[in-house]
């Protein structure tokens, strides 16, 4: 089963402009990550953000997380059509040894 | 770090035959998993090795299916009497021992199953 959502599903933007992906998930949660996935290809690691974190940055990326909304937000900023992929949230639950996924966001960035 | 490595990239077979995926995972790596992922989804959780004991199992991971580790090096995944239902991307990811350490995946093995 999945544990968190991605939203909005679909989302479609010019070069150039940002980008917000949001995450909600169930339950409490050690950590949670991004990963992006182009077309048929595996999934790539983006950031990590450990519950006690709010807010974290890696290049053009900035990732929230309000563990007391159970909810997460990537932000993409200054968008490039190699951005263009799936971006997946996952929740590394208390005590597991396994990541949950979401089901994605498809980003669509247009030159 | 040659990355993780999966064999084959796709896989086409009939069903009801057996197949068998290979994942070479990062080297220093001692946590292997396996996933599935279907059209549109993410990918499901199946199950995860520690070295060479696999720790956990899906419920997802029918009698069909079973996976190995034998030296805690390379994984073997297979599936016995394929179905219709079995067509999807079969992802192997690794990751160090550490707490808080992302997953470092491979490209996947895609199953079509005729």
């Known amino acids: 089963s999945q544990q968190g959502e991605e939203d909005p599903q679909a989302l479609s933007i010019q070069e150039g402009e940002n980008a917000t992906m949001n995450c909600s998930y169930k339950t409490s949660i050690n950590n949670l990550q991004w990963y992006r996935q182009n077309s048929g290809r595996g999934l790539v690691h983006l950031i990590l953000i450990r519950s006690n974190e709010r807010e974290k940055h890696s290049g053009r990326l900035r990732v929230t997380l309000d563990t007391s909304k159970k909810s997460s937000s990537l932000l993409i900023t200054a968008s490039r059509a190699a951005d263009t992929a799936s971006y997946f949230c996952a929740t590394d639950g208390e005590g597991y040894q396994k990541v949950t996924f979401g089901t994605g966001t498809k980003l669509q960035v247009i030159p | 770090d040659t990355g993780v490595s999966q064999n084959p990239r796709h896989k086409i077979t009939k069903r009801g035959q057996n197949v068998t995926f290979r994942c070479d995972p990062i080297?220093?790596?001692?946590?292997l998993y396996w996933y599935r992922q279907t059209l549109g989804q993410g990918p499901e959780f199946l199950t995860y090795?520690?070295?060479?004991?696999?720790?956990?199992k899906s419920r997802l991971l029918s009698d069909r299916f079973s996976a190995e580790r034998p030296k805690g090096s390379f994984s073997t995944l297979e599936i016995q009497r394929t179905e219709q239902g079995d067509s999807a991307m079969y992802l192997c990811?690794?990751?160090?021992?550490?707490?808080?350490?992302?997953?470092?995946f491979g490209d996947g093995t895609r199953l079509s199953i005729l």
């Open positions: 090795f520690q070295n060479e004991a696999q720790l956990e």
């Open positions: 080297s220093e790596h001692n946590r």
């Open positions: 990811a690794s990751s160090p021992g550490q707490a808080n350490q992302p997953q470092h």
